[in-house]
Nanobody
Framework: QVQLVESGGGLVQAGGSLRLSCAASGRAFIDSVMGWFRQAPGKEREFVAAISRSGYATNTTPSVKGRFTISRDNAKNMAYLQMNSLKPEDTAVYYC??????????????????WGQGTQVTVSS
């Protein structure tokens, strides 16, 4: 069992930065692939980035590559999403997710069995 709580969202101007944090409880965190997804109003939930259990492998969607960086600190049971050069189209609710069952750094939401409640990111132009 993994419980996830996101924080760090907010309102930022285009070109600005935010760092999202995901606090995880439960020993399963270190055995979980961690992912970030987002959902904009009226749109499907989409994959943003994922990181392997060790932190050595990552997977990032092309639209944020070079701007967003996923990381984790297994000693602190934390996952992070550093977001730079934010654009209005990055506006969405961002969700942290844990895949406790697999090894693949998956972009598929169905691979993740635990989810946080989400944190709002709004980028103004």
């Amino acid at each position: 069992q993994v419980q996830l709580v996101e924080s760090g969202g907010g309102l930022v101007q285009a070109g600005g930065s935010l760092r999202l944090s995901c606090a995880a409880s439960g020993r399963a965190f270190i055995d979980s692939v961690m992912g970030w997804f987002r959902q904009a109003p009226g749109k499907e939930r989409e994959f943003v980035a994922a990181i392997s259990r060790s932190g050595y492998a990552t997977n990032t969607t092309p639209s944020v590559k070079g701007r967003f960086t996923i990381s984790r600190d297994n000693a602190k049971n934390m996952a992070y999403l550093q977001m730079n050069s934010l654009k209005p189209e990055d506006t969405a609710v961002y969700y942290c997710a844990a895949n406790s069952r697999g090894l693949v750094v998956s972009s598929q939401a169905s691979s993740y069995d635990f989810w946080g409640q989400g944190t709002q990111v709004t980028v103004s132009s």
